[in-house]
């Protein structure tokens, strides 16, 4: 509950370190391997998404959406706020090449509201 607090508090993308930070000085013993531990448990609930970011760390962002519904995120360059789209042109592509395609990852970035 304090790990998806702070992402609503925040609202941005977050690395798992920027996640115990403010959760050590609340919570004291707190390792960093239990919040990996936590955010990868959120993940796979859909509750959190996993965000690419080209600095090789590992982001999270509060994912609004229902699990079984098609959509992607944006993520602003600036601030780090994440939108989300559904209408995915790329959900009708059956084959590609010979391949049978089973799925595909999409990630926009772009400068949200606030920013502009
Ligand atoms: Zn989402
Ligand atoms: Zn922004
Ligand atoms: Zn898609």
């Given at each position: 509950?304090?790990?998806?607090?702070?992402?609503?508090?925040?609202?941005?993308?977050?690395t798992p370190?920027?996640?115990?930070?403010?959760?050590?000085?609340?919570?004291?013993?707190?390792?960093?391997?239990?919040?990996?531990?936590?955010?990868?448990?959120?993940?796979?609930?859909?509750?959190?998404?996993?965000?690419?970011?080209?600095?090789?760390?590992?982001?999270?962002?509060?994912?609004?959406?229902?699990?079984?519904?098609?959509?992607?995120?944006?993520?602003?360059?600036?601030?780090?706020?994440?939108?989300?789209?559904?209408?995915?042109?790329?959900?009708?592509?059956?084959?590609?090449d010979?391949?049978?395609?089973?799925?595909?990852?999409?990630?926009?970035?772009?400068?949200?509201?606030?920013?502009?």
């Open positions: 509950m304090a790990i998806i607090g702070l992402f609503v508090k925040e609202n941005r993308i977050l370190e920027e996640v115990w930070v403010p959760l050590r000085r609340k919570f004291g013993r707190l390792g960093l391997p239990s919040v990996y531990r936590n955010l990868d448990t959120l993940a796979g609930c859909h509750i959190l998404t996993q965000v690419h970011q080209f600095d090789n760390k590992r982001y999270y962002a509060l994912c609004h959406a229902r699990h079984d519904h098609h959509h992607h995120h944006i993520v602003c360059t600036s601030c780090g706020k994440v939108g989300e789209f559904e209408g995915c042109a790329l959900e009708s592509v059956r084959r590609v010979g391949f049978k395609v089973l799925r595909h990852f999409v990630q926009l970035e772009g400068i949200c509201a606030d920013c502009q």
